[in-house]
């Protein structure tokens, strides 16, 4: 969704100065129409384990020589927004390297939040890979429900990659089949118009589907396109999982933006209908931030709401504008983006 930016012009820094500057609690500052990378950063800046792995320099052994320059980046703005003494903070480092292997995020025109996250997750990935080997044990796993052989690995699919498996029924034969899907952000429909929860949204991405006429898919024992049974579950459940609630809407020519109201928990999202039995080791989910979105397709603007892991408490970004909020406030119809994790976090270990 292509939006732009309602506060350029605002004073360089806009921190209440009468709130006592927390490790994490830094502003960003706008470099024309970024509100969209300011939010994802600050959501980033909230999850810990992802802040010490950089803080701390852990990432340095683990640096793609030929693709280091987006993570190093990413690690000067973790480290200033954690250990530096400003209230405000220009990402420009970050945005400059990263424009430099995606030029379109270095125009000045807004880019869509959920986008810009995937490629950002994937990049830091992509610096930081690691090869090895992983298996499992053929015999004692149900076939529906075998996690995906995987030879790289890193922070970011530590944190969260997740794992959807499909299992694909011909409603003919009744011969079912299975695939696998690694995921980093699910993209979940919203069934109502004007106010639903999380979990009616989940049950429509979990639900049945039957794929009818043009979408028959071929069954290798029928030996021909027959209609068919999919439903998902989630073989992998990620440590961080990311909610990308579907508000842009295009039908045919025509686009627009759901407003519903989603109601969403803060604590104790209950993901158990949705992960496959032997993988429920933690299927309770609390969440620790929220990409907001306010106006429509021609014009708009992003935020973020953050849990602090230093004082436990909850925060608005707005670029440069940071403010603390009740709990109350969390809840709100502009939710794009959500943020769950399934453990607590701890305070991240500053650098030696």
């Not at 529906?144 to 969260?160: G, P, Y």
């Not at 709401?305 to 408490?313: E, L, R």
């Not at 994790?341 to 030696?352: A, E, L, M, R, V």
Request: glycine share 4%.
């Amino acid at each position: 969704a292509e939006c732009t930016d309602r506060y350029d012009s605002s004073p360089v820094n806009e921190v209440d100065e009468n709130q006592p500057h927390f490790q994490g609690v830094t502003g960003l500052r706008n470099l024309g129409n970024t509100c969209y990378m300011n939010a994802i950063l600050q959501c980033l800046c909230s999850i810990s384990p992802l802040v010490e792995y950089f803080v701390s320099g852990k990432y340095i052994t683990s640096l793609q020589k030929d693709c280091s320059e987006v993570a190093t980046a990413f690690a000067y703005v973790m480290t200033d927004m954690w250990l530096g003494d400003s209230e405000c903070i220009s990402p420009e480092i970050f945005r400059s390297a990263f424009g430099k292997l995606y030029p379109e995020f270095m125009k000045k025109t807004q880019q869509d939040a959920q986008e810009f996250l995937i490629y950002v997750l994937n990049e830091l990935h992509e610096s930081l890979k690691k090869c090895h080997r992983r298996s499992f044990e053929k015999g004692s796993i149900p076939r529906c429900c075998r996690k995906m052989i995987a030879n790289e690995s890193s922070i970011i699919t530590r944190l969260f990659e997740g794992q959807l498996n499909y299992s694909i029924m011909c409603l003919k034969c009744e011969n079912c089949t299975y695939k696998n899907e690694v995921f980093t952000a699910l993209s979940l429909p919203i069934p109502s118009e004007y106010e639903c929860s999380l979990q009616d949204c989940l049950q429509c991405f979990f639900q049945q589907d039957t794929l009818t006429w043009n979408n028959q898919i071929h069954c290798s024992f029928c030996e021909t396109k027959q209609e068919t049974a999919v439903r998902a579950i989630i073989s992998k459940a990620p440590k961080i999982i990311i909610f990308h609630l579907k508000r842009f809407d295009i039908l045919g020519t025509m686009k627009r933006k759901l407003r519903t109201d989603i109601h969403y928990p803060l604590t104790n999202l209950d993901l158990t209908p949705y992960i496959c039995p032997v993988f429920r080791k933690h299927p309770k989910y609390n969440l620790c931030a929220v990409v907001n979105h306010f106006g429509d397709l021609d014009g708009g603007h992003y935020t973020a709401f953050c849990k602090n892991s230093v004082t436990q408490a909850w925060y608005s970004f707005d670029d440069t504008r940071v403010s603390e909020i009740p709990d109350t406030s969390v809840q709100t119809a502009t939710a794009y983006l959500l943020f769950y994790s399934c453990q607590p976090f701890s305070i991240p270990i500053k650098k030696c």
